[in-house]
């Protein structure tokens, strides 16, 4: 049995994939160039600076390193202003209920989210209390697949890698879990999250996991 539940934020907890690619869209358009729609699973869970060079990369180009600073400050600048009006209706349906069933069981809970944005945004859906660590990319500056973000939750949930279960809905994501010794169940289509060691749609069918083997106990 685990006794920790780790999650990622950004198409997790809360839809915010889809304003992360639109802004990356943009920048992509300002450079001359156009993402296409199977781009979006390669920026999915890469800090923002690694993401920036994967976008640069698909349209070949090149630019100075200040540049390439402005060019993501500008991206977080349209995305900050894309979910600064979001709210708690807009969490993934199951979200707030898995989370709070597992912590009314006892459960531990962290979150190990790349985004630098992570804490404001689990303020504004008013679930912050929800976890017993934060780990954000503040905290961590190892991109995804490092597995420094999920090592660090479960070090602060006084935890063991082989305790803990990663909930990620990205390649990047679920390999960052397995090297760090943890299992990973992947949020999304099965062909798409293929390494993960089991695929629900989303956290509304966490119901399940128990029937898959993977059962959580209190010890808090
Ligand atoms: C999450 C998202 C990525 C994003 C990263 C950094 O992991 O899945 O798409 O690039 O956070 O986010 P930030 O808000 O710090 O730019
Ligand atoms: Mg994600």
Known sequence: DYRAALFDLDGVIVDTAVHHFAAWRQTAAELGFSLADEDEELLKGVGRMDALRIVLGIGGVEVSEDEQQRLAAEKNARYVEAISTITPDEMLPGAREYLVSLRDRGVLTALGSASRNAPMILQRL???DLFDAIIDGSVVSE????????????????????????????IAGIQAAHAGGMIAVGIGEPEVLTEADVVIPGLHAAGSLSAQGIEFVGSR
């Open 126 to 128: 008013e679930i912050t």
């Open 143 to 170: 991109a995804k697949p490092n597995p420094r973000v999920f090592l660090a939750g479960a070090e602060a949930l006084g935890a063991a890698p082989a305790d803990c279960v990663v909930f990620e809905d990205a």
